[in-house]
């Protein structure tokens, strides 16, 4: 299978990714120093949303509800908006692999096959999701050790705008708007936080709507 990819700045410390820590506050001795090991000197927003935000994924955020736990997140979504869109579409190419299934609308997974090692690393070190969680997405072929992706086609369409982001130490809390492409309908505004390892892999740890 082609897909098996280095996930090297994906990597995460797992030390400091653990949800339950609490990141020191921003301008404290503390912060500045985790700070500093883990962003640039200088951070842009269009840095911020070419490295995090795009990333999810653009459809994710429209589509995916409120979550501040992995198990929280829908595999099938996170698999097609998350792990494929971003990659593919988005990046206005297709996957090299073969196909797998008869069609979108078929009774049995349909999609470009991906390794369940690259699919599942993908989900647990970008989430904190489990292989379990992982392997209850409709697209997973345990027969086969892949998942077949491909999204089906969504009526609505997506997409974002960063409105501001701040760091707390290894964290960053990033608030965006969201629209319809269509037509520029507004659809709210999330804040989606993410904690950064020194090897400058991440792991989003929440995505919440917001007021404002």
């Given at each position: ?53 795009a990333p ?116 960053i809390d ?39």
């Amino acid at each position: 299978m082609r897909h098996l990819r280095a996930m090297g700045g994906v990597l995460l410390a797992a030390a400091l990714l653990l949800a339950g820590c609490e990141p020191p506050p921003s301008g404290t001795p503390e912060g500045e120093a985790l700070r500093a090991k883990v962003f640039p000197e200088k951070v842009s927003a269009e840095w911020v949303e070419a490295t995090y935000l795009a990333p999810y994924g653009r459809m994710l955020c429209g589509l995916q509800g409120d979550w501040t736990s992995p198990e929280q997140l829908e595999a099938d979504e996170v698999l097609a908006w998350s792990f494929y869109y971003p990659q593919y579409p988005d990046a206005g190419r297709e996957p090299e692999g073969e196909k797998y299934g008869e069609g979108l609308y078929g009774q049995e997974p349909y999609g470009y096959l991906f390794s369940q090692e690259e699919v599942e690393a993908y989900t647990a070190q970008r989430f904190g999701m489990t292989a379990e969680q992982t392997r209850a997405a409709f697209s997973y072929l345990p027969a086969r050790g892949a998942y077949a992706i491909l999204p089906y086609d969504k009526t609505e369409q997506y997409v974002t705008a960063l409105d501001r982001f701040d760091i707390r130490g290894d964290t960053i809390d990033i608030e965006f708007s969201i629209f319809k492409s269509q037509d520029g309908t507004p659809q709210g505004k999330k804040r989606l936080t993410a904690r950064v390892a020194e090897d400058g892999g991440f792991r989003y740890l929440s995505c919440v709507e917001i007021g404002g």
